[in-house]
């Protein structure tokens, strides 16, 4: 491989929470040669081929996202509280997760997953000598080398993280829902306190005797339908933070089932992206027509994210159409005292309701699950009840081919 490829430049970039002073509150970026990530593209490629990573695992997966893993949460913890039952939910989170994966269990997980020689020393190949700089605000460090962790930036990383997951994982998950992985994000499910502290701590076990590292103060606990007296949950003696709400994968979730939260999170990051492109979106001097379509591009799909999982009350449906009004208002130069309906201004800028794309959004998600394999979990928690004796009935179910609504 070209000397090139092996030098990369370490950005580092603020993750916008805590203090701006501790470096542990940054995430560094590796600026890489073009060239390299297209050799990265093609060895992805095939590896793909070759490799069958476990259903639990949801990053980074052909159809699957985010909203995929969301969803599933949402539901499972849904029809929990509708059979007025408790669930536990641990979140586990993985102390710098990508810069701690060591190379050789890196290669020992590519050989046990099937992967053939010659690919395991192509990505030796490109591990091998690899070397880089930081850059910041007041400068550029010397070249140093870099022989633990994966690459962040790298377009081959997040499969490669996957596949070491699914060997490092393979003692301890249970069948999803009750353990899903979004790259390290890890939610761990169970019907008892109990059950749930034991899995805790077997996957601690698992991850840190192979050099990764579970972070206690990070990790937190979640309890649906909880009753007095329930405890907590212990990691190695200390106790687990208990939440009764939790931002998972960019979406809020709350123990009681409400989603007022989440619809205030949602009307900010529309503010925060409208903030970005206002100098766009109030030029005088560009179409209203044009200010549409940055906002669409931009700022709407900030609002909608996650939103065909949540089932917003119509105040709550409301609350985001007002924040939207509002910015196209803005946008368009317009006040309240200008007395314009809003349909104009919905016309002008060729932007519909919000509330239609909601249900739109909801409808195609609908059609995502739909045309799932019988199988699939997915499927198998939106169509079914939820406790143990009726997950085995619903795999007697699948095995024959049929599926009951509820």
């Known amino acids: 491989m070209p000397e090139e490829w092996r030098r990369s430049v370490l950005v580092p970039i603020f993750k916008n929470k805590g203090d701006v002073q501790s470096c542990s509150n940054y995430r560094g970026i590796k ?112 070249e140093f080398k870099v022989e633990v962790g994966l690459h962040q930036g790298s377009a081959l990383s997040p499969f490669l993280f996957a596949i070491v997951m ?74 687990v933070k208990k939440v009764q709400e939790f931002k998972y994968l960019g979406s809020t979730v709350q123990s009681n089932g409400e989603c007022g939260k989440e619809v205030k999170k949602r009307v900010q990051a529309g503010w925060n992206g409208w903030r970005k492109v206002s100098g766009v979106l109030c030029d005088r001097k560009i179409s209203a027509r044009t200010k549409g379509k940055v906002y669409r591009t931009v700022v709407r799909p900030a609002m909608l994210y996650g939103l065909e999982t949540v089932s917003l009350r119509k105040r709550q449906e409301s609350e985001l159409e007002v924040a939207e009004l509002k910015m196209l208002r803005f946008s368009l130069g317009v006040t309240r005292l200008d007395r314009i309906r809003n349909e104009y201004i919905r016309g002008t800028a060729h ?34 009840r939820t406790y143990h004796r009726l997950w085995r009935k619903m795999d007697r179910e699948t095995r024959n081919f049929s599926i009951l609504y509820h």
């Open 166 to 239: 699914d060997q490092l994982s393979e003692e301890v998950r249970q069948e999803s829902p009750w353990t899903m992985m979004f790259a390290d994000d890890i939610v761990i499910c169970s019907e008892s306190r109990e059950q749930v502290e034991e899995n805790l701590e077997r996957w601690r076990f698992a991850l840190e005797r192979r050099g990764m590292k579970v972070s206690g103060s990070k990790t937190e606990y979640m309890c649906v339908n909880e009753r007095e007296g329930s405890g907590t949950v212990r990691l190695q003696g200390e106790e």
């Open 351 to 384: 932007v519909g309701r919000l509330g239609d794309r909601v249900r739109e959004a909801r409808l195609r998600w609908f059609g995502h699950v739909q045309r799932r394999e019988i199988n699939k979990i997915l499927r198998k928690l939106l169509f079914r």
């Open 31 to 142: 600026l890489m040669s073009h060239t390299m990530k297209l050799w990265e593209r093609v060895v992805e490629a095939r590896l793909r081929k070759v490799v069958e990573i476990c259903e639990q695992q949801y990053g980074f997966m052909p159809r699957k996202s985010t909203t995929d893993a969301i969803f599933a949460l949402r539901i499972l913890m849904e029809k929990y509280r509708d059979g007025q039952r408790e669930l536990h939910c641990v979140f586990v989170d993985l102390e710098k997760a990508y810069d701690r994966v060591p190379r050789e269990e890196l290669w020992y997980c590519m050989r046990k997953s099937g992967v053939a020689e010659k690919y395991v020393r192509v990505v030796q190949d490109m591990y091998e000598r690899s070397r880089t700089v930081v850059r910041c605000a007041v400068g550029q460090t010397e």
